[in-house]
């Protein structure tokens, strides 16, 4: 009796635990591109020439902590193959309270990148192709993430010039200086992206681009 008593309870406990992970978090959840979302999005992050198929994307349902330190809600749209990724990336950083000013759908902006990283937005599809080429960028098919983007600027420095995006990011670009939501290799975030299988952007040698993780599917 007492062996079968133990067997009905190692049951339950299996049942209940299959059982709760079926249910979505109410918080941090991704789902398909229904006609909703698809009517914000199209003819500006999905532009007409998109060749991503809406399937191949998931919208993301996020909690982050602002620089307020509150609680906001964040949306994001993604490839599905990151989806997981993400919503455990961001669950953590939440549960670190750790600040990410805005999450919005850069829809939102128009779908203009400058205008969402000047407002130190943090997003991740947004359809295009590599200047002059068909390939489609990592952004373009969603595998790419932009976190806190006024304060972690993509750099380039071509015959001397300094090339800031967003150009108004000037305070930012060097990075021995100590500021606030600094995104360098001891950072909570970039550690969490690598652990996924992201490249980070800061470690790239000929551009630097301190927002960005990006992971080859
Ligand atoms: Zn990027």
């Given at each position: 009796?007492?062996?079968?008593?133990?067997?009905?309870?190692?049951?339950?406990?299996?049942?209940?635990?299959?059982?709760?992970?079926?249910?979505p978090?109410?918080?941090?959840?991704?789902?398909?591109?229904?006609?909703?979302?698809?009517?914000?999005?199209k003819?500006?992050?999905?532009k007409?020439?998109?060749?991503?198929?809406?399937?191949?994307?998931?919208?993301?349902?996020?909690?982050?902590?602002?620089f307020?330190?509150?609680?906001?809600?964040?949306?994001?749209?993604c490839?599905?193959?990151?989806?997981?990724d993400?919503?455990?990336?961001f669950?953590?950083?939440?549960?670190?309270?750790?600040?990410?000013?805005k999450i919005?759908?850069?829809?939102?902006?128009?779908?203009?990148?400058?205008?969402?990283?000047?407002?130190?937005?943090?997003?991740?599809?947004?359809?295009?192709?590599?200047?002059?080429?068909t390939?489609?960028?990592?952004?373009?098919?969603?595998?790419?993430?932009?976190?806190?983007t006024?304060y972690?600027?993509?750099?380039?420095?071509?015959?001397?010039?300094v090339?800031?995006?967003?150009?108004?990011?000037?305070?930012?670009?060097?990075?021995?200086?100590d500021?606030?939501?600094?995104?360098?290799?001891?950072?909570?975030?970039?550690?969490l992206?690598?652990?996924?299988?992201?490249?980070?952007?800061g470690?790239w040698?000929?551009?630097?681009d301190?927002?960005?993780?990006?992971?080859?599917i």
């Amino acid at each position: 009796m007492v062996r079968f008593n133990f067997i009905v309870l190692v049951l339950a406990l299996l049942f209940s635990s299959a059982a709760y992970a079926d249910v979505p978090d109410e918080n941090f959840y991704a789902t398909e591109i229904d006609d909703v979302i698809f009517a914000r999005i199209k003819g500006k992050s999905y532009k007409d020439d998109c060749v991503v198929p809406t399937s191949d994307l998931r919208y993301l349902h996020v909690l982050h902590v602002g620089f307020d330190g509150e609680t906001h809600e964040g949306e994001m749209i993604c490839n599905k193959a990151i989806a997981a990724d993400l919503l455990d990336i961001f669950q953590k950083l939440y549960e670190a309270k750790y600040q990410i000013e805005k999450i919005r759908l850069v829809d939102e902006y128009n779908a203009d990148d400058e205008l969402s990283m000047r407002d130190n937005n943090s997003s991740c599809f947004n359809f295009r192709f590599i200047s002059h080429t068909t390939k489609v960028s990592k952004h373009g098919l969603g595998l790419a993430v932009d976190i806190n983007t006024l304060y972690n600027p993509y750099v380039k420095i071509v015959d001397g010039k300094v090339n800031i995006e967003p150009a108004t990011a000037g305070d930012y670009v060097y990075r021995t200086k100590d500021f606030p939501h600094k995104i360098d290799e001891n950072d909570l975030c970039c550690k969490l992206f690598k652990q996924h299988g992201f490249e980070w952007g800061g470690d790239w040698k000929s551009v630097k681009d301190y927002q960005h993780f990006e992971k080859d599917i």
